[in-house]
């Protein structure tokens, strides 16, 4: 599923309408009929509905909206939120087909609306769509209060009015939607950390647009799905060995955190990892040899209870993940620099390692393998040598730059967890629950991921099926045993069995 921009769309609505002859009215019929048969699901047949209809064409949208609803039967008021001289093209055309039908509209002029509201069991917001510019003016501003202060169920057209389609905008004023029924493809804003609670729950509807705009331009979006893991989620072949399933390496961890690279080995080789070192300070070797039993180990020197260097490890591996536990010391950029230079395969960089990694940047150019980040918010600010506030206004440039510029994958981590390669390419991955927002879930991440880089599938697959898996693990558990309040980052590898017996079922 394709995740577009406002500019993305409005090409897309060009193409569509100069080349391949769909004309503006049939869009705005389509998308208006095809969000009344999604709306009735949310209806009650003797509901009373208001739509609130704007001045552009998301109003459009909105006339279809009422005519349909009207000609099923339902008890539909429309109010026109703009005058009637402002509304053009096609939705001035979709409202003479209401006024035609002999169906009514009320003009709003200054009335008080809170009161038309009262008997009102719904409303649909049809004020703004895509095509929002700056800070909401009158009446929006008024109306869209009013939307928020009203007790009864909203359904907003496309976008909940006042959120924009695209990254990179401070929201002061929008509706809060119950639901939003979203034109053909997902915006940018459905995935934003500070904007997808406006939307409530949304679906997307077809209304037959072309997807050639979208898909031959550069830097695509999409959403990873179900079934893209079903697709591409390699099965084992009955003649595979430990050594086809990969060879791995873990780096991290001091004698204060031997937790995070205990839980990494774990998870990777739960999700499929064939054979698993691990390179760690040997004071806590013992301890973890106790704890991940099917790993061997390679002790380093270590001072002051962390990694001191690398020593005489042997960087041969099919894929290498460095950095967690690893803590934030005076060696630390050395020995990850020793790591980026020596890896020739793939090599995973987490947590503390990507605090090392800022010191040595410039390395990452001299690399001739995959590299992969995986970041959270935090991290990934860091590294830009931004704020993290500034990062989640626009995490798909951010995460894209820093990709491209430095020819790495990069897995942003958070609610909307995206994987950027080096092209450009985003995806992000629709699993996951706020029990996950707890110590050590990035460690079992690192760990899924690892194993994931050393299965045959592409590097994007790998990453995206590895985040999938990672969150839909998650969401079982809360679903059927945990909470989001006791989830555990050890749960999640725990729960890997069933979601891999799901998946494969
Ligand atoms: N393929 C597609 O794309 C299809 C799209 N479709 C639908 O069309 C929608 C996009 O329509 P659109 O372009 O007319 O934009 P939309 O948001 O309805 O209105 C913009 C108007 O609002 C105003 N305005 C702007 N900012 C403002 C503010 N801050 N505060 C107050 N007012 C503000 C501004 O007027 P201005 O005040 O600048 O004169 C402008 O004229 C899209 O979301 C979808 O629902 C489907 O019908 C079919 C296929
Ligand atoms: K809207």
Redesign the pocket.
Known sequence: MFVVTAKE??D??RY?MERVGLE?KM??EN?GRAIAREMEASLAENDNIMILV????????GFVIARTLLERGYAVEVLQCAETS?IRG?AAFHREVLLNMGYSISEYEGQDVESLLQDKDVVIDAL??????????PP?DYLITLINQYQGKVLS???PSGIPADEGYEVHQAVEADQTIV??FPKVSSFLQHTAAFYGDWTTVD?G?PSNVIQSGENQKKVWGRRDVVRTLPSRSSFSHKGTHGKGLVIGGAVAMPGSIAMTSRAALRAGAGLLTIATVQENVTALAANVVEATYHTLPSQHGHIRSLGELDFSYDGIAIGMGMGRHEQAPTIMKEALLQTEGTLLIDADGLYALKQVLPSLSDREGTTVLTPHPGEMAHLLGITVPELLQRPFSYAQSFATEHDVYVVLKGAFTLITNPKGDQWINPTGNAGLAKGGTGDVLSGILLSMLMQPQTVEEALCNGVWIHGYTADILIEQKHSSYDLLASDVIDGLPATYRNIFS
């Open positions: 769309m409005y897309t609505d569509a503006g869009l705005m998308a704007g001045k552009g064409n998301n109003g459009g949208d402002d096609d703004l769509g895509i095509g929002i510019k700056g800070a909401i003016r929006y057209v496309d976008l034109v053909q209304i647009l």
